[in-house]
């Protein structure tokens, strides 16, 4: 399992639509080519100014929704494990969030080897 997974997607938010019109139409395709090929390292290989400054400004929330996307990734993780480890250990038993982040690795690891690490406890 990826410990950060890409979004399968991502947004264009309508705030940057000003800043993308003043774009020539060829740093708008390099651009979105940029923007759909990001994985959080790489940018446009671009000395044009304005599309070095419009990628700075869409990177930030490209990075923001990537960020809220692994959490968002690592909460179902942890909701899933709840719901196996809730069937199976007594009440008291159950790991809170933090305990499971560390027992599992950083949320990489599944809900029976989890348990089998808790029951070695």
Same mark, same amino acid.
């Given at each position: ?5 890409s ?7 309508r ?14 395709? *390099?651009? +979105?080519?940029a923007? #759909? $090929?990001? =994985? ?5 290989? @671009?000395?044009d100014p ?5 990628? *700075?400004? +869409?990177?930030e929330? #490209? $990075?923001? =929704?990537r960020?809220s996307?692994?959490? @968002? ?15 199976m ?5 159950v790991?809170?969030?933090d ?16 348990l089998?690490?808790?029951?070695k406890?």
């Open positions: 399992m990826k410990e950060n997974p979004p399968p997607g991502v947004m264009i938010y705030g940057s639509r000003e800043l993308i019109a003043q774009l020539p139409p060829e740093s708008v395709k *390099a651009l +979105m080519l923007i #759909l $090929d990001y =994985d959080g390292t790489n940018g446009p290989d @671009t000395e304005l599309l070095r400054l419009a990628w *700075a400004a +869409m990177r929330r #490209l $990075d923001h =929704d960020e996307y692994a959490q @968002t990734c690592l909460t179902n993780r942890y909701n899933r494990f709840l719901g196996t480890a809730r069937r250990l007594p009440a008291e038993s790991p809170d969030y305990s499971w982040f560390e027992l599992s690795e950083g949320g990489t690891l599944k809900a029976a080897a989890i089998r690490k808790l029951r406890l």
